[in-house]
């Protein structure tokens, strides 16, 4: 029996608002373990942030004896300004391979889940990679 998304997902979504500012979801990013946020306007998915698109946006030197007030001003940007738009996702009954050769195809670490255009879980390359090496115990074959 295949695996699918619905099995591995995380249901516990985090999301931001696109004009949230990158301030929030620095917070977020610093207090979590996880590095994409699920980025909605008025319950729609509009977008994904990932740690690395954050990181990108701000000033290296926050948080040093080098920052500045420009360096600061930085977190000031909006989500919307940073994220990526319009978001590959996947369906909650889409098998492991199928999930797993979509993250590859489009270079993306993670892929929302929509169930009826309903934003209802996130699967990551990590989620995907835990799931394969648990078949494989499961099997009798290592990972």
Same mark, same amino acid.
């Given at each position: 029996?295949?695996?699918?998304? *619905?099995?591995?997902?995380? !249901? %516990?979504?985090?999301t931001v608002e696109m004009d949230d500012r990158l301030t929030v979801a620095k917070?977020?990013?610093?207090? *979590?373990s996880f590095h994409h946020l699920l980025v909605v306007?008025?319950?729609q998915l509009e977008g994904v942030l990932s740690e690395r698109d954050l990181l990108r946006a701000i000033s290296p030197n926050l948080g040093s004896s080098a920052e500045t007030a420009r360096d600061?001003? !930085?977190l000031q940007k909006r989500v919307?300004?940073?994220? !990526? %738009?319009?978001?590959?996702?996947? *369906?909650?009954h889409i098998n492991l391979d199928t999930a797993t050769r979509i993250l590859l195809e489009n270079d993306i670490g993670c892929l929302p889940?929509?169930?009826d255009g309903k934003l209802v879980g996130i699967v990551t390359w990590k989620d995907l990679l835990r799931a394969y090496c648990e078949y494989r115990a499961q099997?009798?074959?290592e990972c």
């Open positions: 029996m295949p695996i699918i998304i *619905a099995d591995i997902m995380s !249901t %516990r979504v985090v917070e977020i990013f610093d207090q *979590a306007d008025e319950y600061l001003e !930085t919307h300004q940073v994220m !990526t %738009r319009n978001p590959v996702t996947v *369906a909650p889940v929509l169930e099997n009798q074959s």
